[in-house]
């Protein structure tokens, strides 16, 4: 079992920066692919990034390439995702999300475990 906590999600202007962090419980963090997603108001889920469990291979969604950092502390049990040049299509609830794959995926229903959500809001 895994659970998983989010934070530092809030409301910032729009080109500014926010960096969300994920506690995860557990012994076995740094054996699962970490992935982060998001949803905004009427919209499905969709996947943000990915982190291999090493924390050496990472994916984007193209809308965040260039804007957003996945990374990995695996002695803290803690995913981030770092976020800069927020727009205001970027606001959303994000998710963390645990995978027991040995490869990172992008599919929603691969990952086992997921956080409660932090709600992130930008303003134009």
């Known amino acids: 079992q895994v659970q998983l906590v989010e934070s530092g999600g809030g409301l910032v202007q729009a080109g500014g920066s926010l960096r969300l962090s994920c506690a995860a419980s557990?012994?076995?963090?740094?054996?699962?692919?970490m992935g982060w997603f998001r949803q905004a108001p009427g919209k499905e889920r969709e996947f943000v990034a990915h982190i291999n469990p090493s924390g050496i291979s990472t994916d984007y969604t193209n809308g965040v390439k260039g804007r957003f950092t996945i990374s990995r502390d695996n002695a803290k049990n803690t995913v981030y995702l770092q976020m800069n040049s927020l727009k205001p299509e970027d606001a959303a609830v994000y998710y963390c999300?645990?995978?027991?794959?040995?490869?990172?995926?992008?599919?929603?229903?691969?990952?086992?475990?997921w956080g409660q959500g932090t709600q992130v809001t930008v303003s134009s």
């Open positions: 999300a645990a995978c027991s794959f040995a490869i990172g995926t992008t599919r929603e229903y691969d990952y086992n475990y």
């Open positions: 557990g012994r076995t963090f740094s054996s699962y692919v």
